[in-house]
């Protein structure tokens, strides 16, 4: 179960709608979401600030002083919109739903990272589209070893019914579906939906999304399996969210991310990337 999820303010800004998110998916487990601000530490004051002489010294004191005096800024603004939300939501220490804020110290990213070791979910805003490396976000998903759920940046669904599987032949694909459990035994409608990169492969394609139905089935689910055929590779990942949104309705969609080196994800623009970017429902992914 999802009883305990962090909120990281990345960027030193926290996504209301993952806030909102979060919640919601506390609330299918009576659960407790952490909302996480980093503070840069010594090390990462030093990082802005470029060598100098000894006659610009003062310049470089200067500039951490005006660093800490952003940073003092931002937590307060995010503190701020996180009692906000908590009075919006009804969410007390006295349950069933429970909230806190977090402070700690060192890299943002990096410390995100080791925060998500001691909870069961990640939620994460979505990447902007000027975020081309999709920096943070990214190296939240490959390296906390916990499901990331991500928020659109349309509205949040009030309740998380139906799920579609992005389903690959793949690790990454196996591990969403596991970390998704969960949520798929409250879900009042599953769809299964493999990708064929050409009408030839079609068949097999069928046969995997059946195979992982038949699995599901075995644990008391009531999944439903289907395919498409995307003869334009590049056209897979518009393919997909618009099955999932226009035709079945999701509101949540599973799947696995960076099967291949980021690297290489970057340069043919891969599917986990555009569905970073594009998907209009909430997404869990993993890696």
């Keep these: 179960m999802f009883r305990k999820i962090l909120v990281p303010a990345l960027s030193a800004s926290v996504d209301p709608r993952a806030l909102k998110l979060a919640v919601e998916t506390a609330r299918l487990f009576d659960g407790h979401l952490d909302c996480l601000f980093v503070h840069p530490d010594a090390t990462e004051i030093s990082r802005y600030l470029t060598p100098m002489g000894p006659?610009?010294?003062?310049?470089?004191?200067?500039?951490?002083?005006?660093?800490?005096?952003?940073?003092?800024?931002?937590?307060?603004?995010?503190?701020?919109?996180?009692?906000?939300?908590?009075?919006?939501?009804?969410l007390d220490h006295k349950g069933p739903?429970?909230?806190?804020?977090?402070?700690?110290?060192?890299?943002?990213?990096?410390?995100?990272?080791?925060?998500?070791?001691?909870?069961?979910?990640?939620?994460?805003?979505?990447?902007?589209?000027?975020?081309?490396?999709?920096?943070?976000?990214?190296?939240v998903l490959v390296e906390c070893g916990r499901p990331v759920m991500l928020a659109p940046n349309g509205p949040i669904p009030a309740k998380i019914t139906n799920v579609v599987i992005?389903?690959?032949?793949?690790?990454?694909?196996?591990?969403?579906?596991?970390?998704a459990m969960p949520i798929l035994a409250k879900a009042s409608k599953i769809d299964v939906l493999s990708i064929a990169e050409s009408r030839e492969e079609g068949e097999q394609a069928l046969h995997s999304a059946e195979m992982l139905a038949e699995y599901l089935r075995g644990h008391g689910l009531q999944p439903q399996a289907g395919h498409l055929v995307a003869d334009d590779?590049?056209?897979?990942?518009?393919?997909?969210?618009?099955?999932?949104?226009?035709?079945?309705?999701?509101?949540?969609?599973v799947m696995g991310g960076y099967q291949h080196s980021r690297a290489r994800e970057f340069v043919f623009g891969g599917m986990t990337r555009k569905v970073l970017h594009q998907a209009p429902i909430p997404v869990l992914l993993a890696h």
Aim: a negative charge.
């Design 55 to 90: 006659e610009t010294a003062i310049y470089s004191g200067q500039l951490a002083e005006t660093i800490l005096d952003a940073d003092k800024k931002s937590a307060a603004r995010v503190h701020q919109l996180f009692d906000a939300f908590c009075a919006r939501e009804r």
């Design 97 to 139: 739903v429970t909230a806190a804020f977090c402070e700690a110290s060192g890299n943002a990213t990096g410390e995100a990272i080791r925060q998500s070791f001691y909870h069961d979910l990640v939620v994460i805003g979505r990447p902007s589209r000027e975020d081309l490396t999709l920096t943070g976000a990214i190296d």
């Design 166 to 179: 992005a389903w690959k032949e793949s690790a990454p694909a196996a591990r969403a579906v596991a970390a």
């Design 233 to 253: 590779r590049s056209m897979a990942a518009d393919m997909l969210l618009e099955a999932a949104t226009e035709k079945l309705h999701a509101s949540l969609l």
